[in-house]
């Protein structure tokens, strides 16, 4: 009995979709490989290979669902390498003979660029104001892209003529209630001279191991003459006379927080002020004050009425 | 009061029957009651309706298309007066918007609360304590109330003029029929603690408006008023009742309302009156949209009766049915599409129109904004609001009236949500009621005062207003004068109340939605809307307010109207969670860097804002911050008995209407719904059977 000829279909067409064209050093993207014969046959269940350039196998999968007259393995996921560049890759499909119809070997090729890690630093924590020549602390935040930990790596503090003026390392553990941003605190002095200072804290760029490009936020130091006078607000429901705690006073630059019985002191130099003091569900108190010596106000609070959300 | 659960007294049992003919029977083996009948088979009626021949499957002498205040006293009254009553409810259970509301309602013209709390009595043993209004503000009669309600001369904080529009033939049938409704009510099992004011379209000269109340017990007695801990639902265990999801506190304290050891709430009247429409007989065909009105001639004759669809609400886990509280009395019809036809007449009781892009764009075009709420949607479903009722009667002829009342109005018109990182910030509801499965968090309510700590962005992620001012939309022109700025001592159709000098006086609307409403650059043809809001603040402030990010206040898992980073370039980006942000927030980081630098400066020089907190402790945080709109006051013309008129004045027979499927007068509430509910009841059980 004579052999059954093979038929050939010649090579499918191979196209693929990728999630990004630029992606973080070691980072994932995904492909989507759709894989077709003019043929109209089926293709479903066929490996797809993708490659480097060496031909290292990178990841794998099956066409496992119909598009159209194409057969797709969608959002395959691909580590980009830790070097940084273009990397060319390939979608690789065997040859395969089945039922007497040989389809040949196919691929496809495409590219995309590891770049850098992206370190993004933020500053929080700073008095809002600080007098002149007074140590402060502040914290100092880093998150790397592609949330990469950072632990050790260092910062430093400049001043607005480049001075060094603090320096930090990154703690163990990320900042509470975030992922991946890594603090340190740090402690500096501030200038003598009165008035607001713009310094840097910056983290130099990496090339070991995953290079992260390097960050740097500018941020305001607004230092004031040393204190004369202490400010004592006492805020209380203007209604229901009891103290309000947790309530907000504002004399800027200087701000504080009442107290369980509703007390709030501030050092301020001397000098005219408005006074704000607000509380969550209150209207907010305002006043001018003129600050010539160790000063006591009353701030009574009016309640909000019903919000709108309480429709009757 | 717990379905299958013994409350201390027998379910309602169903009126006996009236005259239930031989072919008459019931869908389902349901007991007899109400003579709401199917007709099958070769026993099935047939009408002419234009040029078709309709097959009815189900008849009775009133239709109500709607279970909402309107519904139900609509329901109850044409019962009372001998009818067969067959409501309609799109959803699964009773109660609309009602079941929800706080419970304040506004009547008056001498009504037997009034009355009562002038004599200082307590006449039903409630233990209330003295009145809290004194008794020459409770004097009242249907002719003041009727001028108070069409006085010209009253304008509100935002400028609006809350009387003078208002249609004379419906506000005086309105008044007239409001002390009647106040006995209606309490002789269907609602109890009212002390009048403490009036609400808003009230009226400006008497106190009349008192909170529906139930008592404390240890068991859910409808007819007794009580009402048992676990069916109030327990704010403090963050847990709302199947029976009372109120959006603020569930049943909230009546203490201060001359009522100590009562609670009150829009769900005592919405569960009473339900409870006595199934006692007496009415019967309810929930999870059943209407879709048409049927009439004799496309746009003359009787109206015959309605095509409706099936229309139920699945649990998302299970994919089960959500089912009513109490089941006696339903009909449970499963047919995906089937025709009812209505011997006497139809009510349409179907609530408002703001889930109708075409419809709410007739009032104000910038609504064509996709991600505006409107109505407690996830109670209430996503057929909530759809105008239907108000569509299906322009079809078959209607006019519309009062459509200008909700403009600008602050509960007519968007305003901005101070109830943060939800889908459904006017629902506002906590776990235990079905609702909390599609609403899936309760949000996070800062108050007024808590935009002061946070900012709100647009669609690109700009600020577009001084914050603090976007809860400043409140205006009540109403009882008593002085309140919101308005004239006090108050003359009645005085001119001073609108004089320019009284009117700046008392002037104080933000006009933050108007431009957060505005075009922006994220704004696309062809219709150019504006986009979501979103609330950015950082964990500093969440610490200051006291903010619960968590569940159930936040989605879990994330439902895109809630969003965490570590940075603000992240959350930029996590905001396309948003089933309606169609762009990351491109300006935020430098919004934000602005906004600190003005924070620094101690002056906000874009917008005035008068205290300003860094946004700057991570993590940072994007709550949605709805635009939502409450009320519809524009819709079918009707007249003072309740009837829908055509766009040539004349009456369309068998078809009524009320509430916010109608329109002529600017009235929040309960007040408005009940007693249009009452009016089209009674006429519509008098129409003569066809």
């Not at chain 2, 007991?31 to 009775?60: C, F, K, P, T």
Request: glycine share 10%.
């Amino acid at each position: 009995m004579a052999a059954k000829a093979t038929r050939t279909h010649g090579a499918p067409t191979c196209t693929v979709e990728q999630s990004a064209h630029k992606v973080d050093a070691g980072a994932e993207l995904t492909v989507t490989v759709r894989l077709s014969c003019p043929h109209g046959c089926d293709l479903k269940g066929r490996r797809v290979s993708v490659r480097a350039r060496d031909n290292t196998e990178l990841a794998s999968a099956e066409l496992m669902e119909r598009d159209g007259e194409a057969f797709v393995a969608r959002a395959v996921p691909l580590r980009a390498p830790l070097r940084v560049g273009v990397q060319v890759c390939r979608a690789v499909v065997a040859a395969q003979e089945q039922d007497g119809v040989l389809h040949e070997a196919t691929s496809a090729e495409f590219s995309f660029v590891a770049t850098a890690h992206a370190t993004s630093v933020n500053v929080w924590g700073l008095p809002s104001a600080i007098a002149a020549g007074e140590r402060f602390r502040f914290k100092v935040g880093i998150k790397c892209s592609a949330g990469c930990k950072l632990t050790g790596r260092q910062l430093s503090i400049v001043d607005d003529e480049g001075a060094h003026v603090g320096a930090g390392c990154l703690r163990e553990d990320p900042w509470p209630g975030t992922s991946a941003l890594y603090f340190a605190e740090v402690e500096a002095e501030a200038p003598m001279a009165i008035g607001d200072h713009w310094w840097q804290a910056s983290t130099p760029g990496s090339d070991s191991g995953v290079c992260h490009a390097a960050g740097a936020i500018t941020f305001a130091v607004k230092v004031v003459s040393s204190p004369d006078h202490e400010v004592t607000v006492e805020a209380f429901d203007g209604e229901k006379g009891i103290p309000i705690a947790g309530a907000h006073v504002l004399l800027h630059p200087y701000r504080a927080l009442t107290d369980g019985s509703g007390i709030a002191r501030l050092n301020v130099a001397k000098g005219r002020y408005q006074l704000f003091v607000s509380g969550f569900n209150y209207i907010a108190y305002e006043n001018i004050i003129d600050v010539a010596a160790d000063v006591t106000t009353r701030a009574e609070l009016i309640a909000e009425p019903e919000g709108q959300e309480d429709y009757h | 009061m717990a379905r299958n659960r013994d409350s201390g007294q027998k379910q309602p049992k169903l009126r006996k029957e009236k005259a239930v003919s031989r072919r008459d029977f019931f869908k389902g083996g349901a007991a007899a009651g109400g003579a709401v009948v199917l007709s099958g088979g070769a026993l099935a009626q047939e009408s002419s309706a234009g040029a078709q021949r309709i097959q009815w499957n189900y008849e009775a002498d009133v239709v109500v298309l709607g279970s909402g205040c309107v519904g139900l006293h609509a329901a109850v009254r044409a019962r009372d007066l001998g009818a067969s009553v067959l409501v309609l409810e799109q959803n699964f259970d009773v109660g609309g918007k009602l079941v929800h509301s706080g419970g304040w309602t506004s009547l008056g013209g001498g009504d037997a609360i009034q009355e009562r709390d002038r004599a200082a009595a307590d006449p039903q043993g409630l233990g209330l304590k003295a009145p809290l209004i004194k008794p020459e503000d409770l004097e009242d009669d249907p002719d003041r109330l009727f001028r108070d309600v069409t006085d010209w001369s009253v304008v509100d904080a935002t400028g609006v003029a809350r009387y003078r529009y208002n249609d004379r033939e419906l506000h005086r049938a309105w008044a007239d029929n409001a002390p009647k409704v106040r006995q209606f009510m309490m002789d269907n099992y609602v109890r009212f603690a002390r009048i403490d004011g009036t609400h808003q379209g009230g009226g400006m000269s008497r106190a009349r408006a008192a909170r529906a109340i139930m008592k404390l017990a240890d068991k859910t007695d409808i007819k007794a008023g009580t009402l048992s801990s676990q069916d109030r639902g327990d704010p403090a265990g963050e847990r709302h009742s199947p029976f009372s999801p109120m959006r603020t506190t569930p049943g909230s304290p009546a203490d201060s309302l001359g009522a100590p050891g009562w609670v009150f709430g829009g769900f005592v009247i919405a569960r009473s009156l339900e409870f006595s429409a199934r006692e007496k007989g009415v019967r309810f065909m929930l999870n059943r949209h209407m879709d048409e009105l049927i009439r004799e001639q496309p746009f003359t004759g009787r109206v015959l009766g309605v095509k409706a669809s099936y229309a139920p609400r699945m649990h998302p886990q299970t994919g089960e049915r959500l089912e009513s509280f109490w089941p006696n009395g339903n009909i449970d019809e499963r047919a995906q599409t089937i025709h009812i036809r209505a011997r006497r007449a139809i009510i349409v009781a179907t609530g408002g129109m703001h889930g109708s892009v075409p419809l709410r764009t007739m009032i104000d075009p910038r609504m064509v904004e996709p991600s505006i709420e409107y109505g407690p949607s996830a109670l209430i479903g996503p057929l909530n609001m759809d105008g239907s009722g108000i569509s299906a009667a322009m079809k078959i002829g209607a006019n519309l009236a009062g459509m200008m009342q909700n403009y600008q109005h602050s509960l007519g018109s968007p305003t901005i949500s101070s109830v943060i990182g939800t889908r459904d910030a006017i629902g506002s509801i906590f776990p235990g009621h079905p609702s909390f499965l599609f609403a899936r968090a309760k949000g996070i309510s800062i108050g007024g005062a808590g935009w002061e700590h946070a900012i709100a962005v647009n669609q690109v992620g700009k600020r577009f207003y001084n914050e603090r001012a976007i809860a400043n939309v409140s205006s009540d022109a109403k009882y008593p004068p002085g309140s919101d700025g308005t004239r006090n001592p108050f003359v009645p159709l005085d001119w001073r109340n609108a004089s320019p000098a009284q009117v700046r006086a008392q002037y104080k609307r933000s006009a933050a939605i108007d431009a957060a409403l505005a075009m922006n650059e994220g704004s696309r043809a062809p219709d150019f809307a504006s986009g979501p809001i979103w609330a950015i603040f950082d964990s500093a402030a969440a610490q200051r307010g006291g903010w619960k990010i968590r569940y159930p206040y936040i989605a879990d898992p994330p439902d895109g109207y809630f969003h965490k980073a570590d940075t603000l370039a992240e959350l930029a980006k996590k905001v396309m969670g948003h089933p309606y942000q169609r762009m990351p927030l491109k300006y935020l980081e430098e919004t934000i860097a602005r906004y600190n630098a003005l924070a620094d400066k101690g002056m906000d020089e874009d917008f005035e804002k008068p205290v300003l907190h860094r946004i700057d402790t991570p993590p940072f945080y994007a709550a949605s911050a709805s635009i939502r709109v409450l009320d519809s006051y524009g819709g079918l013309r009707i007249n003072g008995k309740a009837q829908v008129l055509d766009t040539q004045g004349d009456v369309i027979r068998g078809l009524y209407a009320g509430g916010e499927a109608s329109g002529g007068g600017w009235q929040h509430g309960i007040g408005r719904a009940s007693v249009h509910g009452y009016i089209a009841g009674t006429n519509a059980a008098q129409e003569p059977s066809a």
